[in-house]
């Protein structure tokens, strides 16, 4: 390694400020661009002759580069920082403008079994009955919003909006299992859990909760200490994966074998349909999720971190 631009450059760690002032420059943004195109790692040369600028320039651009760039040998080549930012901004790019809906698909409400509709604004998918009031109510959201979730444009390429809901389900079933099991999903940090309980929790009527807007009692927030990556889900959740769950699932004839998040259809309604979920104590933090099938019932409790620490079946 001798004349590189990176010579003495050792790669550490860069703040967002620092980040967004070293990608605000177009050649280096090119830099990039080239690498990215590129099959493997280029030469000097060959990635100079690819942007087009001046040796001097050139140079120093590079050189401000080494958080995104590696340089091995006397090739250049991206390093996972830089494939990150390059990820970042093609899945926000493939589709200009994207929208649809709202569109109603052949799908049926969890909760009551009433037409959905589908639609895809600002990058937000949007999936409501047009019949009941849905599982939550939020100043922007339609009336009967039972999924909403920001989802990346390019989940809109060569796929129907029935296609879409099933990557929506897809890819939150596995950013929230990483981050029920306290691992980010979007960066791998340490994940932290805060849960609001609704206080004065009715949503037995045709109405949501008056006090809390959701069908739901019980919410946790998991969010990223490094990032800042949240999602919200209902405690039931997080106790959905526990043996004793599966199997209680598994013995009244569930559908499914895996992570079922993805399987609130109608026909499967009838095994989510009757869950209630309390906080029982804050010092120790203790929450207890129950699910009835029939006669029988299963009451799961979880501490601070969403352990089980207990699971119970009562039969009839
Ligand atoms: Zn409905
Ligand atoms: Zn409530
Ligand atoms: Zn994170």
Known sequence: MDDGP???IEPGGVTPTEAF???????RVAILQALWESEGPMSFSELRNAVGVDKGNFNYHLGELSHFVRQRDETYELREAGKQVLRAVIAGAITEDPSFGPTRIDHRCPYCG???ELSYQEEVFTARCTRCVGAVRGETYPRGTFLRYALPPASLEDRTPEEVLAVAHRLYDGKITAMIEGVCSECAGVVGFSVDACPDHDASGRELCATCGTRH???VEACCENCRYARQ???WFAVV???AVVAFYHDHGAPWNRVPFAKLTRENARYVSDISEEVLSREPFRARVAIRLGDDEIHVTVDDDLEVIDAT????
Do not use: K
Not at 313 to 316: G, L, N, S
């Open 241 to 243: 994966t526990n043996p």
């Open 313 to 316: 079946r009562d039969d009839a």
């Open 233 to 235: 889900f209902v405690l």
């Open 21 to 27: 002032s070293i990608l605000g420059n177009e050649t």
């Open 6 to 8: 990176f010579d003495g």
């Open 217 to 219: 009692s019980v919410w």
């Open 114 to 116: 009433g037409p959905v």
